[in-house]
T-cell receptor, first 113, second 114 residues
């Protein structure tokens, strides 16, 4: 049973437009959420996080939105650049637990020039 | 460069064999995690070690085992290999400071079982 779901395996966007990657979770104990980015032949790298006490966190072109009632979060990339082409993993964890996040299956983003 | 190193990069072996994957964490990180990524699957957590001791276990098969040595490097041992064990195996390390436990991942070892 997947506790963190990324229902879109892939997303294609034009350079300069907005990329929106979505993630849903089922475990109501999750109270922190992370996004990782992965290029081919490399390990995932941390991108941005958000705590359940917030509904938005911004870092440059990257913004994560959290809707706790819907158990949904999204990552917005504005404007998208070809270098953003990568696999994006959503992860969620419970601070009262082992602090080991549960990862989704990833969404492959392709940004076309 | 995350500071986490993994060897080897690629490993090709036969069913029934045993292999050892090695990981060196970032300098100063006491926690090491092992993950498996199979085709079209997310990162499946296998096991965590903290300062030499097992701290948490995930979906790790009994045929798999790990350890963390006094110098903090870790090894993941996979035995009686099956075709389905073919996957990318990632090691990650962290300071283990609690919430927002940012993990730094190595480049992975690609295991192919023929």
């Amino acid at each position: 049973d997947q506790q963190v779901k990324q229902n879109s395996p892939s997303l294609s966007v034009q350079e300069g437009r907005i990329s929106i990657l979505n993630c849903d979770y089922t475990n109501s104990m999750f109270d922190y959420f992370l996004w990782y980015k992965k290029y081919p032949a490399e390990g995932p790298t941390f991108l941005i996080s958000i705590s359940s006490i917030k509904d938005k966190n911004e870092d440059g072109r990257f913004t994560v939105f959290l809707n706790k009632s819907a158990k949904h979060l999204s990552l917005h990339i504005v404007p998208s650049q070809p270098g953003d082409s990568a696999v994006y993993f959503c992860a969620a964890g419970a601070s009262g637990g082992s602090y080991i996040p549960t990862f989704g299956r990833g969404t492959s983003l392709i940004v076309h020039p | 460069d995350s500071g986490v190193t993994q060897t080897p990069k690629h490993l090709i072996t036969a069913t029934g064999q045993r292999v050892t994957l090695r990981c060196s964490p970032r300098s100063g990180d006491l926690s090491v995690y092992w993950y498996q990524q199979s085709l079209d699957q997310g990162l499946q957590f296998l096991i965590q070690y903290y300062n030499g001791e097992e701290r948490a276990k995930g979906n790790i098969l009994e045929r798999f085992s790990a350890q963390q040595f006094p110098d903090l490097h870790s090894e993941l041992n996979l035995s009686s290999l099956e075709l389905g064990d073919s996957a990318l195996y990632f090691c990650a390390s962290s300071e283990d400071r609690g919430v927002y436990n940012e993990q730094f991942f190595g480049p992975g070892t690609r295991l192919t079982v023929l």
